[in-house]
């Protein structure tokens, strides 16, 4: 009988072992329905617009497993994309990203907390031109639904939150004559992502 019951209870810790580490979801990002955008502002009174095309994401999620649940993204700099090419390849060198030297932008999940029904505090290491700072970011998870194209189950991921690009060395600018600079210091960055459950 002795052994029965701990024998019981080994399995009962294996399983509660099992599901600690395989509870949290795998998920693909589907980047025809993905974008990663950012808007800055411009001689202090219009917005300029642009997108990052090229990124990948790794991604674990469950509610039920927050500790095991990541959101971590590399964005390819070399595809920054404002719509102006001579633009884009300012930004793309050594005044700005310097993408060369620094191919990469880099967010590494170190935690999630629950804020609301389906709103989430993400905080990680957020890297730019080699500089590192931990930034907490609001993230609205809706879903799972299943998506009939894809055979599996999706989540929509939204993200909208602000950077200074002054802290990781995007310093580039200009003094305006009548006060005033070129190229604001803030940058506001929105992520929207669809991705599926990987079967």
């Known amino acids: 009988m002795k052994k029965l019951f701990l024998l019981c209870v080994a399995l ?40 990052f095309g090229d990124f990948q994401g790794d991604i674990k999620f469950d509610p039920a497993d927050l500790p095991g649940s990541k959101f971590d993204f590399v964005i390819k700099v070399a595809s920054i994309d404002t719509r102006n090419s001579g633009r884009d390849a300012h930004l793309k060198g050594a005044d700005f990203f310097n993408a060369e030297k620094f191919p990469d932008i880099v967010f590494k999940t170190k935690a999630v907390a629950r804020t609301g029904e389906g709103v989430y505090a993400v905080t990680g290491d957020l890297t730019m031109k080699d500089v590192t700072k931990e930034v907490v970011i609001p993230v609205t ?59």
């Open 12 to 51: 009962l810790v294996a399983v509660a072992a099992s599901s600690a580490v395989f509870a949290a979801d795998l998920y693909q990002v589907d980047a025809a329905h993905s974008s990663i955008g950012f808007a800055v502002k411009h001689m202090m009174v219009a917005r300029v617009n642009g997108v």
């Open 141 to 199: 998870v809706d879903g799972p639904v299943f998506n009939p194209m894809a055979k599996a189950d999706g989540i929509g991921i939204e993200a909208v939150f602000k950077v200074n690009r002054q802290d990781y060395g995007v310093n580039w600018n200009k003094d305006l004559d009548n006060g005033g600079v070129v190229v604001g210091n803030d940058v506001a960055v929105n992520v929207n992502i669809e991705a599926h459950k990987s079967r």
